[in-house]
């Protein structure tokens, strides 16, 4: 069977799969490195425009390892897990500094860096260097599951461990770039997570979830992660055609970000602003969604008159103008919420 399937797979990528992707151009291990990073929980329309305004500004790994922080967190900006920036970041400046510039060139070598997984180092290696290594996105996970009929809980280790092992076993011999690209091609074409387009699926004819009608069953995960709900107040205080910005601690939601002042409540906004001269002005709220939560964002306007020439004491930040604001790494809902001021 592997050897049918993967003849079959690597035909319809040949004839039916994408070619024209910008990190496909050639197999730079810098460009299909940031091309995986991006696409991780990422949708590849969203990806496409990031990723050209990416490279535009860093052109070379050592570009990136050279920028400050910020300057990529700023790049990043809008396009969500923010960690990946940060890792990215860090592997540029070890494949700089202890690689001299060079990607290493098997697996295993590049797992070791920071924020490249196995799925990660597989492809790289895969499309960059030849070598047989097995991928196992989410795209991957869907249509192999689908496929074998795979019904281990993919919750559990030893069951995505097992998982690994059968999409090592289904490995051609020749042709791996192909293939690889052609797996990740029909989960994210074809093979969707949703209404399966399955007549039009080079595999359907041997697809165990498709004969049992069942496809969208797999792959199967049993441990749901539960929702939280935040509820906080953001300050947004202008004074001499300036706001006054706060970085986000190192680690946590937004690390390294810069954003408004964050309240626990709009209660103790109000009671921060007490006193204060003027009048704010709550805006509507933003609900803006987390992986692991939804959070009500409340933001409260607030505009210093000139003519007093004592600021408030306000937690440490800068004061930045609005194109400065604009260059620096923001959160996505904090970035439009200061765009409706100079649009």
């Known amino acids: 069977m592997a050897h049918e399937f993967a003849d079959r797979l690597i035909a319809w990528q040949a004839r039916h799969g994408r070619h024209d992707l910008p990190w496909q151009r050639d197999a730079d291990p810098y460009r299909v490195w940031l091309s995986e990073v991006m696409l991780q929980q990422t949708q590849v329309g969203t990806v496409l425009d990031y990723y050209l305004r990416f490279v ?115 490995l051609p011999a020749r042709d791996v770039d192909v293939y690889t690209q052609g797996l990740m091609d029909l989960g994210a074409t074809v093979c969707l997570a949703r209404k399966p387009n399955c007549p039009r699926c080079p595999l359907a004819g041997e697809c165990v979830a498709r004969q049992a009608g069942t496809p969208e069953r797999y792959p199967v995960r049993t441990r749901k992660l539960k929702r939280g709900q935040r509820d906080n107040a953001l300050l947004w205080l202008e004074h001499g055609g300036r706001w006054w910005l706060v970085q986000r601690p190192p680690r946590g939601v937004w690390a390294g970000l810069w954003t408004l002042p964050e309240y626990a409540s709009r209660d103790e906004l109000a009671d921060a602003t007490a006193g204060w001269p003027g009048r704010g002005t709550w ?61």
């Open 283 to 343: 805006l509507p709220e933003i609900r803006h969604a987390l992986t692991h939560f939804d959070w009500t964002l409340r933001p409260l306007a607030w505009r210093w008159p000139l003519r007093s020439r004592t600021l408030p004491e306000l937690p440490p930040g800068r004061w930045a103008t609005p194109d400065e604001a604009q260059a620096l790494g923001l959160p996505a809902p904090v970035r439009r919420l200061l765009q409706t001021a100079v649009s």
């Open 56 to 170: 535009a500004r860093f052109p070379t790994v050592q570009a990136l390892a050279a920028a400050p922080l910020d300057d990529v967190l700023a790049s990043w900006s809008g396009l969500g897990y923010y960690s990946r920036a940060r890792h990215l970041h860090r592997c540029a400046q070890q494949v700089v500094g202890v690689h001299g510039g060079v990607f290493p060139g098997s697996s295993a070598a590049l797992a070791t860096l920071p924020g490249i997984g196995r799925s990660t180092a597989a492809a790289i290696a895969a499309f960059c260097f030849g070598e047989r290594a097995a991928i196992l996105d989410g795209n991957v996970k869907r249509v192999l599951t689908r496929l074998l009929g795979f019904d281990g809980d993919l919750a559990l280790a030893a069951e995505e461990q097992r998982l690994w092992a059968t999409a090592e076993a289904l």
